[in-house]
């Protein structure tokens, strides 16, 4: 069973930095897709970035330019820079894993943007 440990997240200010990891184990050969999303309450989870093994990625419009997903595939980890932090980034940020019959998400860290 597939299994995810994400880590990183925490208290910035607006305008700060912070990166979120994600690991996952559990016996994946090749990972196909990895990503982040984040979720607010009484919000629907929205796509934050993705990243493909062949290393395409895909943002959504309010994070394009400001964060940066990477991956290391060997180690079966993903990440998320995220700069220029603003107070609507706050939410539960998620790590997701699709593999052949594999489609897992992690428990969810926070990131709260706040003076």
């Known amino acids: 069973q597939v299994q995810l440990a994400e880590s990183g997240g925490g208290l910035v200010q607006p305008g700060g930095s912070l990166r979120l990891s994600c690991v996952a184990s559990g016996g994946i050969n090749w990972i196909a897709r990895m990503g982040w999303y984040r979720q607010t309450p009484g919000k629907q989870r929205e796509l934050v970035a993705t990243?493909?093994?062949?290393?395409?990625?895909v943002y959504s419009d309010s994070v394009e330019g400001r964060f940066t997903i990477s991956r290391e595939n060997a180690k079966n980890t993903v990440y998320l820079d995220m700069k220029s932090l603003k107070p609507e980034d706050t939410a539960v940020y998620y790590c997701?894993?699709?593999?052949?019959?594999?489609?897992?998400w992690g428990q969810g860290t926070q990131v709260t943007v706040s003076s």
């Open positions: 990243i493909t093994g062949g290393g395409i990625t």
């Open positions: 997701n894993v699709v593999a052949v019959g594999v489609n897992s």
